[in-house]
């Protein structure tokens, strides 16, 4: 069974540009949820999707967003990228009636 | 707010030598999951544990829950250098998102 799949894996951006990041979750995981990791903060949640609807979301800007197709799969978008955006960008998927996320292997983003 | 203190922050330990890991909270949880994630990767699930007091072990990492299931340990026996890395506690916080530890960075030297 396939994990989780991260695209890019690595992406370089110029501040002020926009950025898409990609998530497929594991088969018949529905749930898909989105962390930013810098080793200042740790890990910090951005927001969970659930069947196309966002269930949660943390305490990041509006320049933040996501959203979930049909398919489970996920994206997320960052506007206006500040060199502060720079950090490990996690996916994790859980199925419906398991507690455990697992992870993709992120997308490390670099804001120059 | 839910929190979990790791300690210690960092370990940095000869190859052969044993350690243990904490994961602390004043709250309780009904399981609580431990990840290890090394550089540029994401974390890997280890084991969850459920019930007060139980004991899990796989291989030479014994996973252990609080009797009142506030806490958590991680023992490593015989550490080696593959054991390196960051591993994280977390809880799942009832509202659709996970809830991670502060981390503990173990360097095991060959």
């Known amino acids: 069974k396939a994990g989780v799949t991260q695209t890019p894996r690595y992406l370089i951006k110029t501040r002020g540009q926009q950025v898409t990041l990609s998530c497929s979750p594991i088969?018949?995981?529905?749930?898909v949820s989105w962390y930013q990791q810098t080793p200042g903060q740790g890990l910090q949640f951005l927001f969970e999707?659930?069947?196309?609807?966002?269930?949660n979301k943390g305490n990041f800007p509006g320049r933040f967003s996501g959203r979930q197709f049909s398919n489970s799969r996920s994206e997320m978008n960052v506007s206006t990228l500040e060199l502060g955006d720079s950090a490990l960008y996690l996916c994790?998927?859980?199925?419906?009636?398991?507690?455990?996320?697992?992870f993709g292997q992120g997308t490390r983003l670099t804001v120059v | 707010t839910q929190l979990l203190e790791q300690s210690p922050q960092f370990l940095s330990i000869q190859e052969g030598e044993n350690l243990t890991v904490y994961c602390n909270s004043s709250?309780?949880?009904?399981?609580l999951q431990w990840y290890r994630q090394e550089p540029g990767e994401g974390p890997v699930l280890l084991v969850t544990?459920?019930?007060?007091?139980e004991v899990k072990k796989l291989k030479r990492l014994t996973f252990q829950f609080g009797d009142a299931r506030k806490d958590s340990s991680l023992h490593i026996t015989a550490a080696q250098p593959g054991d390196t890395g960051l591993y994280l506690c977390?809880?799942?916080?009832?509202?659709?998102?996970?809830?991670f530890g502060t981390g503990t960075r173990l360097k095991v030297l060959a």
């Open positions: 088969s018949g995981h529905r749930s």
């Open positions: 544990v459920v019930t007060g007091g």
């Open positions: 709250s309780v949880f009904s399981s």
């Open positions: 994790a998927t859980r199925g419906q009636l398991n507690t455990e996320a697992f």
């Open positions: 999707y659930f069947s196309e609807t966002q269930r």
């Open positions: 977390a809880v799942d916080s009832g509202t659709y998102k996970y809830i």
